[in-house]
């Protein structure tokens, strides 16, 4: 949590900050830490975000559009999960899954040291009030758009099944670092796990008889 | 760490403690526990414990039998981990994955609050050097028999990818409680998983042309 830089216009304004500072931006932020981490992602709203912060609730849409995109913003996540998934099923159920792993390691691989995702990761394992926050937020802006990609046989069931494996995948390869799942490259991940994903949504559960 | 009640025998002997006597136990324990800690899995030896406690080698053998009964009992795990995997991949490979995340689902579900499963598994994420004993314990004893009951082709890669899976499972399940992952039982999960388990080791990791 590095502050922002201070802005360097002229500092003199009747209410001591303003539209455009980057301190509001960042004080809208801090708020929106707090709030998420107190009450959850669910319960959340830009308006108690914009009244914690002392700003109008526009002015955090101005700054962030969507609370997803607030959330994204206030934990430096490097993608707005809510705009990831929902993408990634509208290419089609065709090779659904290959693509999620993909996208999935180029955000984890992509990230230098992991080190907002895996700050997520740490405190969901750490403490129970982030990890309710962890599975809020996987429950309204990841699990949802699987679900209703999944089979209609228990499509519930199915996205959190998808969810446990790229979860494992997460704490093996970033967190343990189990070899060969920690040196593997995309190439060689993507189709086995995307397999794994693919079944999950669409194919058979149970075992064939 | 609940320290083992005294013997009740009387105390009065040259050495001050004796095979047999409860606190020479807890005492092998305690060093097992740091030198696991410290040195990780693979390079702590029953010697080096016996040593660290002042005591016989032959009495943490007669005690503890092997390193992993050791380790087990240190870290007060429900079972040893060197004795479960042989014994399901001896049963052949049909049904091998359902059997793998059935007695996985037992162990854990069997555990009151997980306890000691679930500390492993925290301090692992929390930290650098529970991470490497986790790692470590994880290659020789869990997945060296999957190794060796895998497919030749890439069977390290496999027994890696299971161990995602399994990972994902008790994360998902017991630190995140994603839902219905954590509420549903183990003959809704065990098909389901088992079947990616058992592709992990046997089937194709490609994607089929």
């Known amino acids: 949590m590095t502050p922002a830089p201070h802005s360097v216009r002229s500092p003199a304004r009747r209410s001591g900050r303003r539209p455009g500072d980057s301190g509001t931006r960042e004080q809208i932020l801090a708020a929106a830490r707090d709030l998420f981490g107190a009450t959850g992602y669910g319960a959340t709203t830009i308006r108690a975000v914009a009244r914690r912060a002392g700003v109008d609730p526009a002015l955090v849409h101005h700054y962030f559009g969507t609370k997803s995109g607030l959330f994204t913003a206030a934990?430096?996540?490097?993608?707005?999960?809510?705009?990831?998934?929902?993408?990634?099923?509208?290419?089609?159920?065709?090779?659904?899954?290959?693509?999620?792993?993909?996208?999935?390691?180029?955000?984890?691989?992509?990230?230098?040291?992991?080190?907002?995702?895996?700050?997520?990761?740490?405190?969901?394992?750490?403490?129970?009030?982030?990890?309710?926050?962890?599975?809020?937020?996987?429950?309204?802006?990841?699990?949802?758009?699987?679900?209703?990609?999944?089979?209609?046989?228990?499509p519930a069931l199915r996205a959190s099944l998808v969810a446990s494996q790229l979860v494992g995948l997460a704490v093996g390869r970033y967190v343990v670092r189990i070899d060969p799942l920690a040196s593997a490259g995309p190439d060689e991940l993507a189709p086995a796990l995307g397999a794994t994903v693919d079944r999950y949504l669409l194919g058979p559960l149970d075992r064939p008889a």
Chains 1, 2 share one sequence.
């Open 75 to 154: 934990l430096e996540l490097p993608a707005d999960p809510s705009e990831l998934m929902p993408g990634l099923v509208a290419q089609g159920l065709d090779g659904l899954g290959e693509r999620v792993v993909r996208t999935f390691l180029g955000i984890w691989d992509g990230t230098p040291g992991q080190g907002p995702l895996l700050a997520l990761l740490r405190s969901a394992v750490a403490s129970e009030a982030a990890a309710a926050l962890l599975r809020d937020v996987l429950g309204q802006v990841f699990l949802r758009p699987l679900t209703a990609a999944a089979s209609p046989d228990r």
